[in-house]
């Protein structure tokens, strides 16, 4: 068995830092498109890439910000709450919003494209996270709500946000949460 060991440490203690924790500055362009080209290594049948990702960078966030606030308005969506919404997007200096992007296929199930949607988003998590960056998905109404992804993001009938993955730098090392033992969860066939 060939270990690699510090790969090994890293998926048995990996955690995603809380958003309120993430800071600027955030990776640059270089560092950012390198990350996501590994990340892009997901499962994926049938080679269809059922996905796509839009970038919301420094300058770009404060676009994000008033279509948040604008749609969030519109559907009465809780002003603390929305406060939350745009100061977690103020203060992160990258978002990645994952799309999941179904392919018309006769031989892979729509279910199998979105769970390979589902896996992209935890690479990006994963690979910001092994590199040094502080990192979370999270969705709520924002990746929900049909108008505001068709607005902020150019959404067809047949795609939806998966999820988007906060991304910035970040002071104390998170503290962890509980986490299920694998003797509860597993049973032998
Ligand atoms: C699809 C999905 C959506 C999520 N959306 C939210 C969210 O909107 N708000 C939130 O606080 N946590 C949300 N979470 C949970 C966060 O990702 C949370 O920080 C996560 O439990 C951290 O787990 P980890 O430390 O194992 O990476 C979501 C998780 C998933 C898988």
Not at 88 to 96: E, G, S
Request: net charge positive; charged share 30%.
């Amino acid at each position: 068995m060939k270990i690699n060991e510090s790969a090994r440490k890293f998926f048995a203690n990996r955690r995603s830092v809380s958003v309120k924790g993430l800071k600027g500055p955030g990776p640059g362009l270089e560092d950012t498109a390198k990350i996501i080209q590994s990340a892009l290594r997901v499962p994926d049948h049938g080679k269809l890439e059922p996905w796509r990702a839009i970038l919301i960078s420094e300058k770009s966030k404060y676009k994000f910000i008033d279509i948040i606030d604008r749609r969030g308005r519109e559907i009465a969506i809780d002003s603390g709450k929305l406060e939350k919404n745009k100061r977690n997007v103020l203060n992160t200096p990258l978002i990645i919003a994952v799309i999941c992007s179904p392919k018309e296929s006769p031989k892979i199930p729509e279910i199998e494209q979105i769970l390979s949607a589902g896996a992209l988003c935890l690479n990006i998590l994963n690979n910001f996270l092994v590199c040094g960056w502080g990192a979370n998905w999270l969705t709520g109404w924002m990746a929900h709500d049909r108008k505001f992804g068709e607005e902020a993001f150019d959404l067809v009938e047949t795609e939806f946000v998966a999820g988007f993955i906060y991304v910035g730098d970040y002071g104390e090392n998170p503290t962890d949460r509980p986490r299920p033992k694998a003797e509860d969860k597993i049973t032998w066939f």
